[in-house]
Nanobody, 122 residues
Framework: QVQLVESGGGLVQPGGSLRLSCAASGSIGSIRYMGWYRQAPGKQRELVAIFSSAGTINYADSVKGRFTISGDNTKNTVTLQMNSLKPEDTAVYYC????????????????WGQGTQVTVSS
């Protein structure tokens, strides 16, 4: 069984910073992608930032220059440093991974964390 556990959400004023962390645990074979999505009330879930095992990183245009994703494939962790936060960044943030389970070869599946609330408000 595989679990993604997030931490670090909360309430912050506009212009402030937050750091989200996620750790994947369980019988993990290899991770192809790991990153963060978010979902605001009444909106669809959207990609925030993601990195691949090949070393590529992608950001949503709305967060470029403000958010930084980093990860450690050896520890199966991913971190999102969020600076210059805006009210429109308010959402539930979900950790995501595309990974294979140990012993199941090249079968990759999507896994999601439970979500952590980020609220940007004065």
């Amino acid at each position: 069984q595989v679990q993604l556990v997030e931490s670090g959400g909360g309430l912050v004023q506009p212009g402030g910073s937050l750091r989200l962390s996620c750790a994947a645990s369980g019988s993990i074979g290899s991770i192809r992608y790991m990153g963060w999505y978010r979902q605001a009330p009444g909106k669809q879930r959207e990609l925030v930032a993601i990195f691949s095992s090949a070393g590529t990183i992608n950001y949503a245009d709305s967060v470029k220059g403000r958010f930084t994703i980093s990860g450690d494939n050896t520890k199966n962790t991913v971190t999102l440093q969020m600076n210059s936060l805006k009210p429109e960044d308010t959402a539930v943030y979900y950790c995501y991974a595309l990974l294979s389970r140990s012993g199941l070869g090249s079968i990759f599946n999507n896994y999601w964390g439970q979500g952590t609330q980020v609220t940007v408000s004065s």
